[in-house]
């Protein structure tokens, strides 16, 4: 089926896990010629069309969403006081007994999402 390909291209923070600390990024979006209208289609295959230009036909949204995740529920948690020497912890209270208790909280996903759309024609 032949659809057009458009990459993404954009500077960020360095992620974690590249070695290379590199910040540039790309991503791409296969868009089907129906997706397209004729406008934009003959302004793409022409080939001629600026970066400036180019945006203008596509719309780019992002969101993040909200993922559940466990959190230490400092309400029913009871905690004993105690010193940390030499990354060794000690109790200081012996006869104090802990426990940690747990809730599910909807946090931030670390996921962005992204969707790209044709743009309404003007």
């Given at each position: 089926?032949?659809?057009?390909?458009i990459?993404?291209?954009?500077?960020?923070?360095?992620?974690?896990?590249?070695?290379?600390?590199?910040?540039?990024?790309?991503?791409?979006?296969?868009?089907?010629?129906?997706?397209?209208?004729?406008?934009?289609r003959q302004?793409?295959?022409?080939?001629?069309?600026?970066?400036?230009?180019?945006?203008?036909?596509?719309?780019?949204?992002t969101?993040?969403?909200?993922?559940?995740?466990?959190?230490?529920?400092q309400?029913n948690?009871?905690?004993?006081?105690?010193?940390?020497?030499?990354?060794?912890?000690?109790?200081?209270?012996?006869?104090?007994?802990?426990?940690?208790?747990?809730?599910?909280?909807?946090?931030?996903?670390?996921?962005?999402?992204?969707?790209?759309?044709p743009?309404?024609?003007?």
């Amino acid at each position: 089926m032949p659809a057009y390909r458009i990459t993404y291209s954009f500077r960020g923070p360095p992620m974690a896990a590249d070695e290379y600390a590199g910040t540039w990024f790309t991503f791409s979006v296969n868009m089907r010629l129906e997706e397209l209208s004729p406008a934009v289609r003959q302004a793409i295959s022409a080939r001629k069309v600026s970066r400036t230009a180019a945006e203008k036909f596509f719309a780019l949204t992002t969101s993040r969403g909200f993922v559940q995740r466990k959190a230490i529920d400092q309400t029913n948690s009871v905690f004993c006081d105690g010193r940390d020497t030499d990354g060794s912890w000690t109790q200081t209270a012996t006869n104090c007994e802990e426990k940690v208790t747990y809730k599910t909280v909807a946090a931030p996903s670390d996921y962005i999402a992204v969707r790209v759309d044709p743009a309404p024609v003007r």
